[in-house]
């Protein structure tokens, strides 16, 4: 059968040509920012939130030609793509203040020397575990992007105004297939909620601020540049509430991992994934392509 | 009606049976085809017609699918980022191909589930290619300079096919083909100005992908059943051997360009043609493939009635939903 009602928006399943890709290397060279180099605080940021969207446009690579429909086959390839252009100007951005491209980055970094939270490291899992963790992911990024494009870097500001358009139909894409999970049928609602006490312990995480604080205050270079996360999180709680709420769940009272991520402490699943996404490109150290 | 000129030796003559629809609807299906005009979903055409149309529509939906998972199986490994992006939404370019042409097939009454259970249970066919392996990232340049390079021969022409949607749907894939052409041919250029072992990594994917990329315009057309009806039809315009020289004509100076050869040693300018003259290619093997029996056919169909069956729920779940908030909103409009 076809899915008659497609919970997917027009912007999610048009999908992308190959020459589209040119556009996003267009916020990297902005004039705003083509040769600033940002301070090493300011680059480690952009790294976090770089590692972030590189591991989830990763995990999202791998649904194209295993969805369960091909209409997500297109979405889900979309916000891998887009979450891989977050990640190619964030970490390009970044990798001038050590003189790095992003693939010396993405490709030549140890597992520790990652800053990815634990959420985007969890498995795809089922099709209800994907849909949680980007529920999740989409709805903190959105709140975060929002508030980043008020950011006095040039560099942030713009991939942040760009970045926070696209998450807003990451967001709603979830959103929508939350509501046809949670609501569908008895099978899908259960692994829904079985999907949310695997997940929501890793929500915590997205919200510490030690990597950007100092002595319970925004370090003074990010004065103005970066987001505590800590005040994104009413409003993530509100949202995210309403939407599980309207979708006939609830967020489960379980436990809250430790996190670590943004200090290089990850979980067990990130070595494999660095393995399988770096072994070529280390099979031939040096070379392009 | 004739066809103008026989085109091959196969060539036929009517382009209706008689003793289906009245004379009129017959004389009107005939003129169209005559005049090279298009057939719309909603006009009378022969059942063979039809038929001939689901069939290779189908097809070329399922080739697009099928060929997804040889490409898709490098997005975790490509080896730049900027690599990794562009595969992506290759790959994706292709469920877009394969959800338009199943749409396009809908049109003639097929529906989409239908045709993807002849898929799922085998009964359906795509193209051999997809059934051969892609081992190093060598294969994704092949895939891209060679097999999509023959599609684009194979599809430029059907954008002329008499059935509307068939030939509308054609003109954007084809656009979209071009690219990924040349996306292939720029992996190889990059792999042959880079290290030794990148250069043979990319004479080493072209020498595994040249002649099944040559057997992708289907068997010579001495033993093409279907060829001959469908130019009658104004589907196909140009026979299987027309077009895999046309590709070996287009392909040779490109390899000049890469510095690649092809293992072919047969392969030379023939002056008196004014074509390259090229081996024989292995049909045993073809047939082999054809019947299942190829290096990759059970994984690729395996994978496919997984990601099928494995996403049920979900598909389930979706249609569930709808028909619980159509009852919802029909309350909701009552009240």
């Known amino acids: 059968m076809s899915v008659t009602d497609k919970p997917v928006t027009d912007k999610a399943v048009t999908h992308k040509p190959v020459t589209d890709q040119v556009e996003n290397q267009a916020v990297a060279n902005s004039s705003t920012g083509q040769t ?6 300011v680059a480690e940021y952009a790294l976090g939130l770089g590692d972030d969207a590189l591991i989830l446009a990763q995990q999202l690579g791998q649904w194209i030609s295993r969805a369960p429909e091909l209409e997500e086959d ?6 891998a793509l887009d979450l891989l252009g977050h990640a190619r100007q964030l970490l390009s951005y970044a990798g001038r203040a050590w003189d790095k491209s992003e ?16 959420l985007v490291e969890q498995p795809n899992g089922d099709f209800a575990h994907t849909i949680v963790r980007q529920l999740i992911f989409s709805s903190y990024q959105f709140e975060l992007y929002s508030e980043l494009v008020k950011s006095t870097d040039p560099m942030i500001q713009a991939i942040a105004a760009k970045a926070v358009k696209e998450v807003d139909y990451h967001r709603d894409h979830a959103v929508q297939w939350t509501l046809r999970l949670g609501i569908g049928t008895d099978q ?45 999180r009413a409003r993530f709680d509100s949202r995210t509430a309403e939407v599980l709420e309207r979708a006939e769940l609830t967020a489960p009272a379980t436990f809250i991992a430790r996190g670590g991520g943004r200090r290089g402490v990850h979980s067990e699943y990130l070595g494999p994934l660095l393995a399988e996404m770096q072994v070529l490109a280390r099979q031939h150290p040096g070379a392009s392509w | 009606m004739t066809v103008s000129e026989p085109r091959t030796p196969h060539a036929v003559s009517a382009v ?15 003129s169209v085809i005559a005049d090279d005009k298009r057939i719309e979903p909603r006009d009378w055409m022969p059942s ?4 001939t149309l689901v069939r290779q529509m189908s097809q070329h939906a399922h080739s697009e699918i099928i060929g997804m998972q040889p490409e898709a199986n490098w997005i975790t490994r490509a080896p730049s980022l900027k690599r990794k992006a562009i595969l992506m939404a290759k790959v994706q370019d292709e469920a877009g191909h394969g959800l338009y042409l199943y749409s396009a097939t809908e049109t003639l009454g097929t529906g989409r589930d239908v045709l993807n259970d002849q898929l799922i249970q085998g009964k359906a066919r795509y193209s051999s290619i997809f059934n051969y392996p892609a081992p190093t990232w060598a294969d994704m340049g092949a895939i891209g300079w060679l097999v999509d390079g023959a599609a684009i021969v194979n599809q430029v022409p059907l954008c002329r096919a008499s059935f509307g949607p068939y030939a509308r749907a054609m003109v954007r894939i084809c656009k979209e083909e071009s690219f990924h ?24 994917a072209v020498n595994r992908w040249f002649a099944p990329s040559l057997m992708m315009f289907g068997p010579p057309d001495a033993e093409s059943t279907n060829s001959a009806q469908s130019m009658a039809w104004n589907i196909k315009r140009f026979s299987n051997d027309e077009l895999r020289q046309r590709f070996v004509d287009m392909l040779v100076p490109q390899a000049e360009v890469l510095g690649i050869t092809f293992p072919d040693p047969e ?68 009240a």
């Open chain 1, 36 to 41: 600033a180099v940002p301070s090493t605080a």
């Open chain 1, 74 to 79: 297109v979405a889900l390839a979309n916000i």
């Open chain 1, 103 to 118: 693939d010396d980055l993405a490709y030549f970094r140890d597992e520790p020397e990652f800053r990815s939270v634990h």
């Open chain 1, 188 to 232: 899908s609602h259960a692994r829904m909620a079985t999907a949310l006490i695997d997940l929501w312990p890793y929500v915590d995480e997205l919200f510490h601020d030690h990597a950007v604080t100092k002595d319970g205050k925004l370090k003074s270079e990010l004065s103005g540049i970066a987001v505590v996360p800590s005040t994104l």
């Open chain 2, 16 to 30: 209706t049976d008689a003793g289906e629809g009245t004379d009129e609807e017959r004389a009107l299906f005939e």
């Open chain 2, 48 to 51: 063979a017609y039809r038929r």
């Open chain 2, 181 to 204: 052409q040349r996306q292939g041919f720029e992996i190889l250029l990059e792999l042959m100005q880079g290290t030794q072992a990148q250069q043979e990594m990319a004479q080493d």
């Open chain 2, 267 to 334: 392969l030379a300018w023939n002056e008196e043609r004014g074509h390259y003259d090229f081996g024989e290619l292995d049909w045993d093997e073809f047939a082999e493939v054809l019947a299942g029996r190829g290096p990759c056919n059970a994984q690729r169909l395996q994978r496919r009635r997984d990601a099928h069956n494995d996403g049920a729920w979900v598909r389930e779940a979706a249609a569930a939903y709808a028909r619980k908030t159509a009852g919802r909103a029909v309350e909701g409009a009552a």
